[in-house]
């Protein structure tokens, strides 16, 4: 299941959806359109729409995330880990939540703040069981690459590519990645 970043279109991942429906994967979009500012209202409707999924097609999920899809997909793992078999992310903020990334403004510093410390305290009392691999760029851009160096989940991977965020779902270091991950 891919899933956007924040307010772009789930055609954004159509690329890396394609690529990894060549790659024998049933990949498809999340199907519930574009996150805005109302990520936890989000994450409420997708569990129960991905638990359907898995019963559907009789096995866990992988999930691969884009920024803030990357967020929804870690915070469907960490609520359901029986529903995910892996977590894919690129460019994801998993920590501070949106403090250190491009749209920290638009939130405000108090929206940030207590967002950051819920994250926090889901990873302290919670952490993620699955494994995730986290794709992060230096030269990301939107997102402190810093931010996304998890240092909670028990099972996680970072791997460093060289695109800027926007260029992430159309990296081909991206996509290799994907395919070896996801092969397991």
Known sequence: VT????????????????????????ARTWGLGVIGNDVESMRDRFVPDLERRV???????????????????????????????RVLTFGTPAIGGPTYTAGAGRLGEAECRRIAALQQQLDEQQPITVPITAIF??????????????????????V??????????IDPDVWSIAARVLAV
Not at 3 to 26: C, K, M, N, V
Not at 161 to 166: A, D, I, L
């Open 3 to 26: 899933i956007p970043g924040w307010r772009a279109p789930e055609q954004s991942l159509a690329p890396i959806t394609g690529f990894l429906r060549q790659r024998g994967h049933d």
């Open 55 to 85: 019963e559907r097609a009789g096995r866990p999920a992988n999930l691969v995330g884009w920024s803030l899809g990357g967020v929804m997909a870690r915070e469907a793992a960490r609520e359901r880990p029986d529903l995910v078999h």
């Open 137 to 158: 760029s230096r030269r990301d851009g939107v997102v402190d690459w810093r931010a996304c160096m998890d240092r909670y989940s028990l099972a996680v991977e970072h």
């Open 160 to 169: 460093e590519v060289g695109s800027s965020h926007v260029g992430l779902g």
